[in-house]
Structure formats: structure tokens, C-alpha cells
């Protein structure tokens, strides 16, 4: 069954819920772009990050984001890429997220993405298509709200801050050194942290460090080499900090393991 990969094809069907499925190579960004459904963005392989004016989340594998509709967002491709969209009038359940949100997706929301891909669009309410897109939103309204989201800030001056400690986690520059790049007082930067991103600079750039390890540890990368890459001596201490913000072992995330499967 060949399906439409245009999302404007999918924002005015009667259906639902439909899935979208597309392929995407490493690199690859979508423009600023908003729809009229909500939309949940599936990462079947590969890793991608989405961005809006105030947040940036990582997805990796088997892991999902829900976007409101109307809310603006562009999407970047952390390597090659197979994304599994699905798109859903919002009004179909009252219990839907009502915010951009990070969603664990456990083995039956899996394979009922996967699934649904092989009934016809204009599956009927009674159909087996429609007795899986019950289901899906009984799995949505459900799922384990995950940690993957960055809060990004206004200021122009911490937002040049936060966008380079993005494209370079690694960076080491005290508060005290950024301060003298982007011509800000340490004490205004610390304030703004507190104000617009819900935390203070260090905890903010481990958040950072630790979306960046998740993207090397899903690629294959050894957990000594990530932790070392994202300012960590040892990976016993990675592994403990890890472990206490996101709830699971960074072992579990490798190419080779999934924890949410």
C-alpha cells in the first residue's frame, strides 16, 4: 500500500488518527512548520531532535514526541532516520497532552504505529483499524512522560550561551569565561537561567551533556568515550548521574538494547 509521505496530505482526512511513514538521511532539517492536528513523532531507527521557540528534545529510538497542533517546530536528523508520524484530531480524546511532551512508547503502542500502517485511511469506526486507533489513544493518554526536553531561553545573550554549549556540549568555559563572550554579567546569566530555563547553568548544561550522550550511546558509541566526550572522568560517575535524572543505565540506551522494548 503506497501512502502519501506530504504531511499536508494528512491534516484533513475524517479519520482519526492516520500514520505517515518516512524516511530521512542524516543532516536532513525541516523548515519552521506547524499542523493542524497533533502529531506524534515516532523514531522507529535513528535519532532526531525537535525544536521549538523555547524547547529542544531529543528522540531517540523508541521514543516518541507529541506536538500540539498549531505548535511551531522543525525537526533535525541526528543520523539516518526511519520516523513514523502520527497525526490526530485533537478532539478525539479529552485525555491527549495539552503540551508539547516526550512520551515513552512501550511494545503494544509500537507495534499498533507499526500495524496501523496496513489499513486503508478510510478505515471504518467498527473496522480493525479502528479498534487499534482506540487503543492507541488509550496507550498515549497513558505513556510515561520522559525527561528528554531542553528549556531554551530569550535573552539573546543566553540564548548564544545555550546555542553553543548545543552544537558543543563538551565545552568547559566557566559561567565567570561566558560572561565575557556573550557580555553579560555572571550575575544577570545566573538570574536568566533561574527565570527561563527552570535551572541554574550547571544543571542545564549536564541536561545538555546528557541529550548529547544519548545520541552517541544510541549510535553504538562506548559509554567510556561518551562520558569522557560530555566532561565526565570516569564512567562510574556518568553512569550515577545518568541513572538518577533519566531512571535507567546508559548501557540500556546502546545500539544494541532498548530498556522501553
Not at 520516523?83 to 485533537?90: A, C, E, F, G, S
Not at 545555550?162 to 563572550?181: F, Y
Request: charged fraction near 25%; glycine fraction near 6%; proline fraction near 5%.
Amino acid at each position: 500500500m503506497v501512502r502519501s509521505t506530504r504531511p499536508e496530505d494528512y491534516q484533513d482526512l475524517s479519520c482519526p488518527i492516520a500514520v505517515m511513514a518516512k524516511s530521512f538521511s542524516a543532516g536532513f532539517e525541516t523548515p519552521l512548520h506547524h499542523h493542524a492536528r497533533d502529531q506524534l513523532i515516532y523514531a522507529q531507527s535513528g535519532v532526531m531532535r525537535v525544536h521549538s521557540a523555547r524547547e529542544t528534545w531529543i528522540v531517540p529510538p523508541k521514543r516518541a514526541v507529541y506536538i500540539v497542533a498549531g505548535s511551531v517546530h522543525k525537526v533535525t536528523m541526528r543520523g539516518n532516520v526511519e520516523m513514523r508520524t502520527l497525526y490526530i484530531d485533537k478532539n478525539c480524546s479529552p485525555d491527549l497532552p495539552k503540551s508539547i511532551t516526550a512520551l515513552e512508547v512501550n511494545t503494544l503502542l509500537r507495534a499498533l504505529i507499526l500495524n496501523l500502517l496496513n489499513e486503508p485511511l478510510d478505515y471504518g469506526k467498527d473496522s480493525r483499524g479502528g479498534d487499534m486507533v482506540r487503543l492507541i489513544i488509550s496507550e498515549i493518554t497513558r505513556a510515561k512522560k520522559l525527561a528528554l526536553g531542553i528549556s531554551m531561553p530569550e535573552d539573546i545573550r543566553l540564548r548564544a550561551l545555550c546555542d553553543a554549549l548545543l552544537l558543543q556540549p563538551e565545552r568547559r568555559e566557566t559561567l565567570d569565561e561566558w560572561s565575557l563572550i556573550v557580555g553579560a554579567s555572571v550575575r544577570t546569566l545566573s538570574r536568566l537561567f533561574t527565570s527561563q530555563t527552570g535551572m541554574g547553568f550547571s544543571s542545564w548544561r549536564q541536561r545538555v551533556r546528557f541529550h548529547n550522550a544519548m545520541e552517541a550511546l544510541a549510535n553504538g558509541e562506548p559509554i567510556g568515550k561518551v562520558a569522557r566526550k560530555n566532561g565526565y572522568s570516569s564512567p562510574s560517575a556518568f553512569t550515577h548521574s545518568f541513572r538518577k535524572l533519566f531512571g535507567v543505565t546508559p548501557s540500556s540506551l546502546g545500539s544494541r538494547s532498548n530498556p522501553f522494548i
